[in-house]
């Protein structure tokens, strides 16, 4: 009893997490890196469902006529599967928790419609291996297609209660914010590089800022547009041979391939005599076939990195 017990959970969670780690080299090779990639919705949705799907094909009947069954076991192979890939440094914690939630909802789907064809029991055999070929056959039409750069914004915003020559002084130069006045909870939760400092070398167009992070990453800015004590333009630039290879994921590296910040602006509103409103927003430009998800979290990670930004301004200026 005990050893068809182990032979069944082998075959529900083991072969369909060996699918997944199989899955991952192939689309992690360099040599066909242009047709199979892992920043892909071939891959990133499609492993995900087929493990739901083949978890649920390899279990019992019984199991698979609870609804509950087929939504959650798809999970413990996902989990394994995460478990592997930080062990061997395939990727790094920060894509794993971005794309965690999409992976769960897609590996619950497979779980679901592998349910329905394994009750149907009529050619489930034929099902599945279109299921297990499947990754392969939408990725060509996938590369056909192409990603669609889009660019987005980040819009961000804080009262402080102090003059403008104060606030603005602490606009134009950022000096160092010891750890403990680090409030981005999100880019701390993701193991992402922390603002230090930012640095202006004169007032007016052309001015050149550097905004220093922690890890060696370093933002090159230029300052396009300027009114004193009003706005503050300014274009970023990452330059992703600058930054060490253990800073950030291959995926989510500034500059790289699939993200990239464009510009910054600062704007101070007047409210009323002794309250202003400190604007900061950003452009980044995303470049993959899953814009539509990765912009959700892109925006996150930008709005927590400014709002942590204008937190220090406002103790600064506000003199707390």
């Given at each position: 009893?005990?050893r068809?017990?182990?032979?069944?959970?082998?075959?529900?969670?083991?072969?369909?997490?060996?699918?997944?780690?199989?899955?991952?080299?192939?689309?992690?090779?360099?040599?066909?890196?242009?047709?199979f990639?892992?920043?892909?919705?071939?891959f990133?949705?499609?492993?995900?469902?087929?493990v739901?799907?083949?978890?649920?094909?390899?279990?019992?009947?019984?199991?698979?006529?609870?609804l509950?069954?087929?939504?959650?076991?798809?999970?413990?192979p996902?989990?394994?599967?995460?478990?592997?890939?930080?062990?061997?440094?395939?990727?790094?914690?920060?894509c794993?928790?971005?794309?965690?939630?999409?992976?769960?909802?897609?590996?619950?789907?497979?779980?679901?419609?592998?349910?329905?064809?394994?009750?149907?029991?009529?050619?489930?055999?034929?099902?599945?291996?279109?299921?297990?070929?499947?990754?392969?056959?939408?990725?060509?039409?996938?590369?056909?297609?192409?990603?669609?750069?889009?660019?987005?914004?980040?819009?961000?915003?804080?009262?402080?209660?102090?003059?403008a020559?104060?606030?603005?002084?602490?606009?134009?130069q950022?000096?160092?914010?010891?750890?403990?006045?680090?409030?981005?909870w999100?880019?701390?939760?993701?193991?992402?590089?922390?603002?230090?400092?930012?640095?202006?070398?004169?007032?007016?167009?052309?001015?050149?800022?550097?905004?220093m992070?922690?890890?060696?990453?370093?933002f090159?800015?230029?300052v396009?547009?300027y009114?004193?004590?009003?706005?503050?333009?300014?274009?970023?630039?990452?330059?992703?041979?600058?930054?060490?290879?253990?800073?950030?994921?291959?995926?989510?590296?500034?500059?790289?391939?699939?993200?990239?910040?464009?510009?910054?602006?600062?704007?101070?509103?007047?409210?009323?005599?002794?309250t202003?409103?400190?604007?900061?927003?950003?452009?980044?430009?995303?470049?993959?076939?899953?814009?539509?998800?990765?912009?959700?979290?892109?925006?996150?990670?930008?709005?927590?990195?400014?709002?942590?930004?204008?937190?220090?301004?406002?103790?600064?200026?506000?003199?707390?």
């Amino acid at each position: 009893m005990k050893r068809t017990a182990l032979k069944n959970l082998m075959l529900v969670i083991g072969i369909p997490s060996m699918y997944a780690v199989l899955l991952r080299l192939f689309f992690g090779v360099d040599t066909w890196s242009n047709l199979f990639k892992v920043m892909s919705i071939s891959f990133l949705f499609c492993l995900p469902f087929i493990v739901g799907a083949l978890a649920v094909f390899f279990s019992n009947p019984e199991k698979v006529r609870k609804l509950s069954y087929r939504f959650f076991v798809p999970w413990i192979p996902i989990f394994l599967f995460f478990i592997l890939t930080l062990s061997f440094a395939w990727e790094g914690w920060a894509c794993w928790i971005m794309v965690l939630p999409l992976f769960l909802i897609a590996a619950s789907l497979g779980g679901l419609i592998g349910g329905y064809f394994k009750l149907r029991k009529k050619d489930n055999n034929v099902y599945f291996s279109f299921l297990v070929l499947m990754p392969f056959l939408i990725a060509p039409v996938e590369n056909m297609i192409g990603a669609v750069p889009g660019t987005y914004e980040a819009y961000t915003c804080i009262n402080i209660n102090a003059s403008a020559d104060k606030i603005w002084d602490n606009v134009t130069q950022v000096k160092e914010i010891p750890r403990q006045q680090d409030k981005g909870w999100l880019t701390r939760f993701l193991g992402f590089p922390r603002p230090v400092k930012a640095e202006l070398n004169y007032l007016g167009v052309g001015a050149y800022r550097k905004a220093m992070f922690t890890n060696g990453l370093v933002f090159h800015e230029t300052v396009t547009e300027y009114t004193h004590k009003k706005k503050m333009v300014f274009t970023i630039k990452a330059k992703p041979h600058e930054i060490p290879s253990t800073t950030m994921d291959q995926h989510v590296v500034i500059g790289g391939d699939y993200f990239d910040v464009l510009n910054g602006t600062y704007e101070l509103e007047q409210l009323n005599d002794h309250t202003y409103r400190l604007h900061l927003y950003s452009h980044f430009k995303l470049h993959t076939t899953f814009n539509f998800y990765a912009s959700w979290w892109a925006k996150w990670i930008m709005m927590d990195i400014q709002n942590n930004i204008l937190q220090v301004e406002k103790r600064r200026a506000e003199g707390i």
